[in-house]
């Protein structure tokens, strides 16, 4: 098992900043080959936004983040962020941690809103 805690979410103004955090904790996490964050706007289905592979540290990003978020890892306390800057009214979604290894893991999500 593997439990995800996020945080760090909120109201920003365009142009703006935040950050997420995910915390990982549980027998297994040992075992991670990805972590990452997808997002989910009101009416539209879940997307991928950004991954970070375990093993060498590679990321991945969606086109539309690409320069503006960074995923980003603390080894020592099995914590995967996400840096938002110029952020736009349309990055407004809930955000949701995910781990994936034997099984995948979501957190629980965290609300950012992104105002014009």
């Known amino acids: 098992q593997v439990q995800l805690v996020e945080s760090g979410g909120g109201l920003v103004q365009a142009g703006g900043s935040l950050r997420l955090s995910c915390a990982a904790s549980?027998?297994?996490?040992?075992?991670?080959?990805?972590m990452g964050w997808y997002r989910q706007a009101p009416g539209k289905e879940r997307e991928f936004v950004a991954s970070?592979?375990?093993?060498?540290?590679?990321?991945i990003y969606q086109d539309s983040v690409k320069g503006r978020f960074t995923i980003s890892r603390d080894n020592d306390k099995n914590t995967v962020y996400l840096q938002m800057n110029s952020l736009k009214p349309e990055d407004t979604a809930i955000y949701y941690c995910y781990r994936a290894g034997p099984g995948i893991y979501w957190g629980q999500g965290t609300q950012v809103t992104v105002s014009s």
């Open positions: 549980g027998s297994t996490f040992l075992r991670t080959t990805n």
């Open positions: 970070l592979i375990w093993s060498g540290g590679s990321t």
